[in-house]
């Protein structure tokens, strides 16, 4: 149990990670409002993003930019770049999904004039 | 010190999140959100990820703000809702157990910054020294983006397109 702990503690990104992805998950369950699980949503979404960047961290080392062109290269001294491309593409992806759903949330309140599920649902029977 | 910096950023990024979740007028929520997105921006460029740090202060707390904000003016800004039924018994029962599940599963991860873990020891220094060679560009992240996956950036421009149909189809609906 003890080690468990300590191994949570020094990875305090992860726990970080945790606790923001259960929260949002948590609020995308329970809450009644369309725009609240919406925020739920963008949270898990950045929660997992947080995670793969953190992941590509190393020590002492800097942003995947070549410092010098000729010299020969020491890859520890440049952090991990094929996570960083690949949440480039998730986060690109991820507003643009977030788009399309807010667009939804909107086209719902015209039909019918609300945001909370319990009404819409009341309207539909 | 940089320890010290890196857990003050993580805290202010879950006292914003907090605040996004639990303030009820769903106005200042947003605003918050933005905040949360900024200083997640700030804690990837702190751990050397300066593109995704652009990036998400760029789309996610710009656009991303934005979006929900014009939302917000079409339609209620308000949580109608002022007090919750109780919530679901399977969702008090499952999350804290995944969540005990992922944090258990936290002693068989890599160590944090380690360079030899094993996302950071297979593929990746192959990237970072052959990149200039072949496309000639120093930025690593750029190179691979660009070059080695251009199709997939490609196709993400398709996806992004579908996005802007399905929410022009979505809205001139309502106008009509």
Same mark, same amino acid.
């Given at each position: ?10 990875? +305090? ?7 923001? !992805?259960?929260?949002? !998950? ?20 950045? *929660?997992?993003? !947080? !995670? ?15 410092? *010098? ?6 890859? *520890? ?6 996570? +960083? ?31 909370? #599920? #319990? #009404?819409?649902?009341?309207?539909? #029977? | ?6 857990? &003050?950023?993580?805290? @202010? ?52 703000? &934005?979006?929900? @904000? ?27 157990? /995944? ?45 691979? /983006? ?22 022009? /189809?979505? @809205? ?5």
């Amino acid at each position: 149990m003890d080690d468990v702990l300590t191994a949570v503690l020094q990875r +305090h990104n992860f726990l970080t990670f945790v606790i923001i !992805f259960l929260w949002g !998950f948590y609020i995308m369950l329970t809450r009644y409002n369309l725009v609240k699980k919406l925020v739920g949503m963008y949270l898990v979404q950045t *929660s997992v993003i !947080f !995670f793969l960047v953190t992941i590509s961290a190393k020590r002492g080392a800097t942003a995947p930019i070549l410092l *010098s062109t000729t010299a020969p290269i020491d890859p *520890s001294a440049y952090a991990n770049p094929l996570p +960083h491309v690949l949440t480039l593409t998730a986060i690109v992806v991820g507003v643009a999904t977030l788009g399309v759903a807010l667009a939804l949330c909107s086209a719902i309140y015209q039909t019918y004039g609300s945001l909370d #599920e #319990e #009404e819409i649902l009341k309207k539909l #029977e | 010190m940089t320890i010290a910096v890196e857990i &003050v950023l993580l805290i @202010l990024l879950l006292v914003t999140a907090a605040g996004a979740i639990l303030v009820k007028d769903l106005m200042s929520a947003i605003l918050l959100l933005g905040t949360y997105s900024f200083f997640l921006s700030l804690v990837w460029a702190w751990l050397g990820a300066v593109d995704v740090a652009f990036v998400e202060a760029v789309v996610g707390a710009g656009l991303a703000t &934005v979006l929900f @904000l014009v939302t917000l003016f079409g339609t209620a800004p308000k949580d109608s809702r002022l007090r919750r039924p109780p919530p679901p018994i399977a969702a008090l029962f499952a999350l804290p157990l /995944l969540g005990i599940l992922l944090l258990y599963a936290a002693n068989d991860l890599p160590e944090f910054g380690d360079p030899n873990s094993p996302a950071s020891s297979h593929i990746s220094p192959i990237y970072l020294e052959n990149s200039f060679q072949d496309s000639h560009t120093p930025n690593v992240v750029t190179s691979v /983006l660009m070059d080695y996956r251009s199709l997939d950036t490609m196709v993400e421009t398709v996806v992004i397109f579908t996005a802007g149909i399905a929410c022009a /189809l979505l @809205l001139r609906r309502k106008a009509s």
